[in-house]
């Protein structure tokens, strides 16, 4: 019983292919994220869900598209993907988007050979 | 423009060393500081967190020292153990800025 969990754990892959991340959690929360965490371990904000609807959306190139078909789950597709694009990206949720205290997901190592 | 400042970068005690890692914020709006720990090949693990109001908060072996003047925390980690080795983040978040802002972390290791 993960509280956030995603799917897959280790994704490789050829540039230029597109991929999905699967998030989904069950502790009832209103809030979502998606996170890149770099190579140097640095981690970043890259979109907020609340209750399915975007409310953050940093610089982040448009290959990057979120998906929350319902408030449990959280998807992230990749267009074109490229080197740069390797990093392990972790999904989160919060009770509300005023409670940031976020629930992070064992993360997706993605490879973009 | 980093809005939370980590130092160090890497720290290195004993077993039974009390390490201590520090952040710097800019944005006065923050309320909300939590830390993180995070274990190779695993997501952050909220381990400890503290709003504006309090100087000081104690969980367990794990303290966080606030000083809103000079707009820092810092996390203490008593008598600490080899599993304690892990990279530890600070985070800020408040005002209109709801999302967690992350320092650049800290690799911690506890050496037998």
Request: hydrophobic share 30%; proline share 6%.
């Amino acid at each position: 019983d993960t509280a956030v969990s995603q799917t897959p754990k280790y994704l490789v892959t050829q540039m230029g292919n597109d991929k999905s991340i699967k998030c989904e959690q069950n502790l009832g929360h209103d809030t979502m994220y998606w996170y890149k965490q770099d190579s140097k371990k640095f981690l970043k904000i890259m979109f907020s869900y609340n209750n399915k609807e975007l409310i953050i959306n940093e610089t982040v190139p448009n290959r990057f598209s979120p998906k929350s078909p319902d408030k449990a789950h959280l998807n992230l597709h990749i267009n074109s993907l490229e080197l740069g694009d390797s990093a392990v990206y972790f999904c989160a949720s919060s009770p509300h988007p005023m409670n940031t205290e976020a629930f992070f997901g064992q993360g997706t190592r993605l490879t973009v050979v | 423009q980093q809005q939370v400042k980590q130092s160090p970068q890497s720290l290195i005690v004993q077993k039974g060393g009390i390490p201590i890692i520090n952040c710097a914020y800019e944005n006065t709006a923050f309320d909300y500081f939590p830390w993180y720990q995070q274990f190779p090949g695993k997501g952050p693990a909220l381990l400890i967190a503290i709003r504006p109001d309090v100087s000081e908060k104690k969980e367990g072996r794990f303290t966080i020292s606030f000083n809103k003047s000079a707009k820092q925390f810092s996390l203490h980690i008593m008598d600490s153990q080899p599993g304690d080795s892990a990279t530890y983040f600070c985070a800020a978040s408040g005002g209109s800025n709801y999302k967690l802002t992350f320092g650049k972390g800290t690799l911690l290791t506890v050496n037998p």
